[in-house]
């Protein structure tokens, strides 16, 4: 079974001029956890959660092994660090930017003619959760690890 097989052809993506906030709209809205980053019609980088969650990263906050809640990652370094009213202002300047900022511009990505086997090694030894589909220089879908294991379920 090959890639083509079991991609999705429509796909989630944002511009590289779209804002943070607007990309991680667009992942909270269609229930995804990355999509590929557009420059016109050329795919630039990735976005996923975890490029997201790296803007929340206060490493000089860390003491130990220590998990804090989403909450406290957010409003308690931030507030104790430069004041509520300042923190509020920084989270809202960082959904300002650009998504190109914090996209993954080294993406890992697979032919339609590959096999299902191909996508999976890749997936998994590069720790990934989805491979844009490239054909012709083109973005032509995705290929995520759901879509591998729904067509082993198939065969």
Known sequence: MNVREVMRKEVITCQIDDTIRTAS???KEHNISGMPVMDGDRMAGIV???DLLKLLDLPEHR??????SPLEIIEIPLRELIGWEEAKKA??????????TIMTKQVHTISPDDSITDASTSITSHRINRLPVIENDKLIGIVTRGDIIRGLAVT
Not at 63 to 68: A, E, K, Y
Not at 91 to 98: C, Q, Y
């Open 25 to 27: 709209s667009l992942l």
């Open 48 to 50: 996923t959660e975890s």
């Open 63 to 68: 003491q130990g092994l220590w998990l804090p």
């Open 91 to 100: 989270l809202t300047d960082v959904g300002d930017k650009p998504v190109h």
